[in-house]
């Protein structure tokens, strides 16, 4: 372990990164906050379409390059989805190459995940060992005490780590991809100096402090006060936070409660949640003990409690009253690691099902030759190849300087989260009675994998903000075509050309998009089943808009079916781009690679197909949606399950 600590820190001190490994700080960005109008819509539904986030835009907001934000519009807008873009330098590319295999020997030769999970705790060896890998400060600058990563890096590093031990790769994401993350974002130069050279060097452990009791996905709803002292130096804070990751284990403590704030046009005063950053030393901070879970054993999970705790004025993390602007971006920022995470854990799980598959012999024969083990190991690959290809899609993206990628960044957490659970499940199923064994190690990671649904946003309440998010960019868009329609004469070719492109949807001409030119020549048909499905997508969207205006934040069983129609189309894009630059550039797996996007955009153009004719135009879809609605009343007024026993008894 001291041989590979050492190996590792002799690579960082070789030379300071550059700045574009992010060693410069980050910038806090100036475009409309993660939290707004869509996002409010989804968690507390006080919120128009039209409101919220149209208010605090800038008038010269440039138009967003997000291919997400583009599909709810009709648009083909291919900047930042083709080519698959490839963001390291030459020097970059070979830090990481000499940082993998150290890391990787670590966790294998070191760390021991069934040990973690029997202990409930990650051990202390392995706890040091990280240390000295530097892996509590990956995206730190190297200035203060860090690696120095960029996300396309950091990504890589968190792939390994999801291919050996979830719990250890909670326990450092909570640190780095949430707890401190923060600071990174939003820190002024002063909290960066004190705060990250200690947890870079896991001197101090970092935690993110936002669940309560009372509010889970409305994280609104808060009810930890700060108060500000009438000499302005300090806040009270008083509150609980329920089930934080590394909550005994943290000594820093990025933590979100209501504060007053006045506004200074009408002088009114309201609550607003403000973030802080608050030290266990500080006094009144005190935790639970660590909570029984179903999984992620060895992470710390515990209540944390303030009592009266006196959190000097400096330490507010951005602006008074915009915490949960702070709140929402940290958790934006780090769901691509999220991604990387769980495209290692479902590369690990795979090799154990083919292995099994290779070797079982049943009614004589192996089993890898049976159809239905052979399509089991490729949908497997599938789910594998999407999440990989959406991960390192995000990642460099945000290293290329976007900042419009949240609906990029919700698809990749929902969609990464659930085809973990999936891969791994359909794991246990070819292994049959030995995967139900805990020798193998497949049940602990079944159970690791169910948390990643859950937390950092469910799974449901980032559908309501996929599809919302999106609905509110193409409700603006529409708007601005009513505002043309009361000067007609002015804006007569904007009104012209949106009649031509509504026209020939309707009679099924189609809109002239196309990804010929960006796609490869051998992928042609599957790039024609991608434009289809949007153009079918964004017919739907425009309708139900027209339809249901802003009441269409009420309709929930049409929302989660557009956000899974734009979850399929987004995974079409970004496979059909990552295999495209593996045909152009002649890789060894190229035509693996061409199948795997292939079946992929069979199945996913079906599913749009299908669904959106349902949506669109078939009255049963209405009836199902009123049947669901009626069930589930009767289910809470009888408290459980309406039908008898078959039996009457």
């Not at 939290?35 to 010269?60: C, F, M, V, W």
């Not at 099902?353 to 070797?359: C, G, L, Q, R, S």
Request: hydrophobic share 40%.
């Amino acid at each position: 372990m001291q041989t590979v600590g050492r190996q590792l820190l002799k690579l960082r001190g070789r030379s300071p990164r550059p700045s574009e490994f992010l060693g410069q700080p980050w910038p806090v960005p100036a475009r409309r906050p993660y939290a707004s109008g869509a996002t409010q819509a989804a968690l507390d539904k006080s919120d128009t379409l039209s409101s919220g986030a149209a208010t605090k835009e800038k008038p010269a907001k440039a138009e967003s390059k997000s291919f997400a934000v583009g599909m709810f519009k009709g648009q083909l807008i291919t900047d930042q989805v083709f080519p698959y873009p490839s963001v390291l330098n030459e020097e970059q590319t070979q830090f990481l190459k000499e940082m993998v295999g150290p890391v990787s020997r670590f966790f294998e030769e070191v760390n021991d995940p069934a040990k973690n999970d029997s202990l409930e705790q990650v051990e202390e060896t392995t706890l040091q060992g990280l240390k000295e890998l530097g892996a509590f400060g990956l995206q730190v600058p190297t200035e203060l005490g860090g690696v120095g990563l960029s996300n396309t890096q950091y990504a890589r590093l968190a792939e390994i780590v999801g291919t050996h031990d979830l719990g250890v790769g909670v326990t450092l994401g909570a640190h780095q991809s949430i707890g401190f993350k923060g600071i990174l974002l939003f820190g002024t130069k002063a909290q960066k100096e004190k705060y990250l050279p200690k947890v870079a060097s896991g001197e101090c452990i970092a935690a993110f402090c936002l669940t309560e009791p009372s509010s889970g996905s409305d994280a609104a709803s808060i009810r930890s006060s700060a108060v500000p002292s009438p000499c302005g130096k300090y806040f009270t804070l008083n509150g609980s936070k329920l089930w934080i990751s590394n909550g005994g284990l943290a000594d820093i403590f990025t933590v979100f409660a209501k504060t007053p704030v006045t506004d200074a046009a009408t002088g009114a005063v309201k609550e607003k949640i403000t973030a802080f950053v608050v030290e266990r030393s500080f006094g009144g901070v005190t935790h639970g003990p660590p909570e029984k879970k179903m999984g992620i054993k060895a992470s710390n999970t515990t209540e944390v409690y303030f009592d009266g705790v006196r959190v000097p004025s400096e330490n507010v993390l951005g602006e008074v009253g915009g915490g949960f602007k702070v709140a929402m971006y940290i958790l934006n920022n780090g769901r691509f690691g999220m991604a990387a995470t769980l495209a290692g854990t479902m590369k690990a799980i795979i090799a154990k099902a083919v292995d099994h598959a290779t070797n079982r012999t049943q009614f004589g024969d192996k089993i890898h030759n049976f159809g239905l083990i052979q399509e089991k190991l490729a949908r497997m690959a599938m789910l594998q190849y999407v999440t990989e290809s959406m991960a390192y899609m995000l990642s460099a993206n945000m290293d290329q300087g976007s900042t419009d990628f949240q609906i990029e960044a919700a698809i990749s957490k929902i969609f990464s989260s659930e085809a973990a659970w999936k891969v791994t499940d359909e794991c246990i199923q070819i292994m049959g009675g030995m995967g139900f064994m805990k020798e193998p190690g497949v049940e602990r990671v079944l159970r690791d994998t169910r948390i990643f649904r859950i937390f950092e946003g469910t799974n449901d309440i980032l559908r309501l903000f996929v599809a919302l998010q999106g609905c509110m960019d193409k409700g603006k868009q529409l708007s601005g075509l009513g505002n043309a329609l009361k000067n007609p004469l002015g804006n007569a070719g904007l009104l012209i050309g949106e009649a031509s492109k509504q026209l020939k949807r309707r009679v099924g001409l189609g809109s002239g998009l196309s990804l010929s030119g960006v796609v490869h020549p051998e992928l042609s048909q599957s790039g024609e089943l991608a434009v289809q499905a949007l153009e079918q997508f964004a017919t739907v969207v425009e309708a139900k808009l027209i339809k249901h205006k802003k009441g269409i934040v009420n309709e929930q069983f049409l929302l989660q079916r557009l956000a899974d129609a734009a979850i399929d189309l987004y995974a079409m894009v970004v496979v059909l781009s990552r295999a495209s630059r593996s045909l152009s550039e002649g890789h060894p797996a190229a035509q693996h690679e061409k199948m795997l996007c292939n079946s992929w955009c069979i199945e996913a153009s079906a599913r749009i197909r299908e669904n959106m004719a349902m949506l669109n135009s078939d009255p049963r879809q209405q009836e199902l949606f009123r049947n669901f609605k009626g069930i589930s009343q009767a289910m809470v007024e009888r408290g459980g399950v309406v039908t008898s026993n078959p039996l009457g008894f």
